[in-house]
T-cell receptor, first 117, second 112 residues
């Protein structure tokens, strides 16, 4: 049982390059999200999805795109990398909360450390 | 808009002390609150999950309480050990669009 898998673990990009951070989960979780973590800023929500075909913006969506074509995968695309996007990126997933049912906790991937030069 | 704060930002205690970490949130319409631990350079490990209908949860030396009406949660660590040194984060899952928002964390150092 792999849980939440993020690839790559480390990446160096040049300014203006594009790339995709991969996130996959094998727990049949409906809810998936991307965060970035910066010193002194904590974890900030970039984008999230409550199911295949449904995505929405979080606190800091600019410069990032997402899509959710399957339940398992939720890739994060950097369109034109900038030094301000240097950060550690975490993907997380859970079952979707519903009224009247158990509330579900979050499972995190191990993170991708991205440096933009 | 949900905002989550944590006090203190940093804490240094001698081994064996009992300690309390605080988490506050502005919107009481939540599904649950979750406490995580993060070691330097590592990912997040879930410690405790408190549902909105619960008052507290316990796991070993950890006890987390939730007062939804006042927008507060506390994480109590009994008999602290050097291995407890890490950053502790609380995360609140809101009923509005199911978003999960994190606090900035408390950096804990337990001195042998």
């Amino acid at each position: 049982n792999a849980g939440v898998t993020q690839t790559p673990k480390f990446q160096v990009l040049k300014t203006g390059q594009s790339m995709t951070l991969q996130c996959a989960q094998d727990m049949n979780h409906e809810y998936m999200s991307w965060y970035r973590q910066d010193p002194g800023m904590g974890l900030r929500l970039i984008h999230y999805s409550v199911g295949a075909g449904i995505t929405d913006q979080g606190e800091v969506p600019n410069g990032y795109n997402v899509s959710r074509s399957t339940t398992e995968d939720f890739p994060l695309r950097l369109l034109s990398a900038a030094p301000s996007q240097t950060s550690v990126y975490f993907c997380a997933s859970s079952l979707k909360s519903r009224w009247g049912s158990s509330n579900y906790g979050y499972t995190f991937g191990s993170g991708t450390r991205l440096t933009v030069v | 808009k949900q905002e989550v704060t944590q006090i203190p930002a940093a804490l240094s205690v001698p081994e064996g002390e009992n300690l309390v970490l605080n988490c506050s949130f502005t919107d009481s319409a939540i599904y649950n609150l979750q406490w995580f631990r993060q070691d330097p350079g590592k990912g997040l490990t879930s410690l405790l999950l408190i549902q909105s209908s619960q008052r507290e949860q316990t796991s070993g030396r950890l006890n987390a309480s939730l007062d939804k009406s006042s927008g507060r949660s506390t994480l109590y660590i009994a008999a602290s050990q050097p291995g407890d040194s890490a950053t502790y984060l609380c995360a609140v899952r809101g009923t509005s669009y199911d978003k999960v928002i994190f606090g900035p964390g408390t950096s804990l150092s337990v001195i042998p």
